[in-house]
């Protein structure tokens, strides 16, 4: 059974840092795409970052360009999302995301769907106060 778990999210001040991290088991995703997402209160998920499946080519929303770094650490099959200079607009609970298909190849939109991908963890939230 596959399972996503986050990690990391907390209270933090506009300007400061974190690093999320989602740890998968009951599977291997080193070849798979996997990506970031967030949920405001009263918003629809968005998509927020995601990496093919090599590792070659990220996509990022462009409120996040620059700021937000998505990795992954295949030994520990753990994707990370570093943050950085954050904003009260980036508070939201954050989903990891992973496509159930080895070494897919996507047109660019469908790195930013939710539909691309198959297994989701159960959030962890991040705090930006002003």
């Known amino acids: 059974q596959v399972q996503l778990v986050e990690s990391g999210g907390g209270l933090v001040q506009t300007g400061d840092s974190l690093r999320l991290s989602c740890v998968a088991s009951?599977?291997?995703?080193?070849?798979?795409?996997m990506g970031w997402f967030r949920q405001a209160p009263g918003k629809s998920r968005e998509f927020v970052a995601s990496?093919?499946?090599?590792?070659?080519?990220?996509y990022y929303r462009d409120s996040v360009k620059g700021r937000f770094t998505i990795s992954r650490d295949n030994a520990k099959n753990t994707l990370y999302l570093q943050m950085s200079s954050l904003k009260p607009e980036d508070t939201a609970v954050y989903y990891c995301?992973?496509?159930?298909?080895?070494?897919?190849?996507?047109?660019?939109?469908?790195?930013?769907?939710?539909?691309?991908?198959?297994?989701w963890g159960q959030g962890t939230q991040v705090t930006v106060s002003a």
């Open positions: 995301a992973a496509d159930k298909n080895r070494r897919r190849t996507y047109t660019g939109p469908n790195y930013y769907s939710r539909s691309t991908y198959d297994y």
């Open positions: 009951g599977g291997t995703f080193s070849e798979n795409v």
């Open positions: 990496l093919s499946w090599s590792g070659e080519y990220t």
